[in-house]
C-alpha cells in the first residue's frame, strides 16, 4: 500500500517515473547556489525532490492555479525543506506580472504542450529578464522536430492534447528556438530523455 498524500497535496504518476531522469540533467548544470524559479510546478512535486536533492539551492515553485498553489503548499508543510520557498501565483503568460525579479536558473517541465503558445513566449520573455548573463532555461518535455520521426506515442498525445484544448499541443523544435533566440536565449543542448522526451538548455547570452 503506497504512503497517504499529505492532506491537500496532489500527486502526478509521471513524477515518480521522470524525476530522477530530469535531476540527472538538472544536478551538473544548476549553479551550486543561488534562487531556482520553476514555472508551472503543477503539484509540486519536482519541487519537493529537486529542493531535497540540491540544499545549496533555493527552489521557489509558482503556478497560475490555485489548487496546484495548495498542494505546493501540503508537501511543503510536510517536508519542511528549509530551502523549498512558499509557492507564488505566476501566469508565465503574463511576464510583466511575475514576482520574481532575479534567478540564477528556471526550470518548466512539462508546461510548453500543456499551455496556449502565449505562455512560452511569455516564458522566453520572463526569463530572459529575470535570468543573469549565462543563466540557464531548461524545458523538459515532447517537442516535434523536422528532421526527426514523431513516435506515435507523441502523435496519439497530441491529438489528444488538442481534443482537450485547441491551444495546446507539442510544439516544433524549430519555433521555440527561434522564439528563444529573439529573447536573447540561446539553445546551447538538445537532451534525449525517457519516453520520447527532451531537454531544452537555453543559456541567455
Known sequence: MSEPLPPGARSAPSTLRNRDPILDVLRPRLPRGGLVLEIA??????????????PGLKWQPTDPD????????????????PNLLPPLLLDA???GSWQVQQADA???????HISPWTATVGL???AAR???????LFTYGPYLEADVETAPSNLAFDAHLKRRNPLWGLRQLDA?????????????????????????VFRKT
Open 124 to 126: 522566453m520573455g520572463g
Open 41 to 54: 510546478a503543477g503539484a509540486g512535486e519536482h519541487a519537493v525532490y529537486c529542493a531535497k536533492a540540491l
Open 93 to 95: 503568460a503574463d511576464p
Open 66 to 81: 490555485p489548487g496546484a498553489l495548495l498542494s505546493m503548499a501540503a508537501w511543503r508543510a510536510h517536508v519542511n525543506l
Open 130 to 136: 529575470v535570468l543573469p548573463t549565462g543563466g540557464g
Open 106 to 112: 528556471v526550470v518548466d517541465i512539462n508546461m510548453i
Open 176 to 200: 521555440v528556438t527561434t522564439l528563444a533566440a529573439q529573447h536573447g536565449l540561446e539553445r546551447a543542448e538538445r537532451i534525449e530523455m525517457p519516453a520520447n522526451n527532451l531537454m531544452l
